[in-house]
């Protein structure tokens, strides 16, 4: 196995740097009800529909079909070109 490049050992101190392990959000993308995808942010600076915003964005560059987006608990569409939250899944305790 080879090192990294200095380079890539900069990029992953400065993303290590900006991940917040108490404060993250994992974002799933689907296609209709295939998930297509699952990843996290680095910490939570965003709401929830910027990332869900973010999320479609990237998928469309990407070229991947996405019909739905879930940022953390809650299911996100796009609609007429706006994000619009369809769904919350946290439970009440």
Not at 21 to 48: C, E, G, P
Not at 77 to 85: L, S
Request: hydrophobic fraction near 35%.
């Amino acid at each position: 196995m080879t090192d990294l490049p200095d380079s890539e050992k900069e990029m992953n101190t400065w993303w290590v740097s900006r991940f917040d392990k108490n404060n993250y959000k994992t974002i799933r993308l689907f296609n209709h009800r295939q998930l297509m995808q699952t990843y996290s942010t680095a910490n939570a600076l965003y709401s929830d529909v910027e990332d869900a915003e973010s999320a479609f964005w990237t998928a469309s560059q990407a070229n991947m079909a996405v019909t739905c987006v879930a940022v953390g608990n809650k299911r996100y569409k796009k609609i007429n070109g706006k994000i619009r939250q369809i769904a919350s899944m946290e439970v009440d305790e």
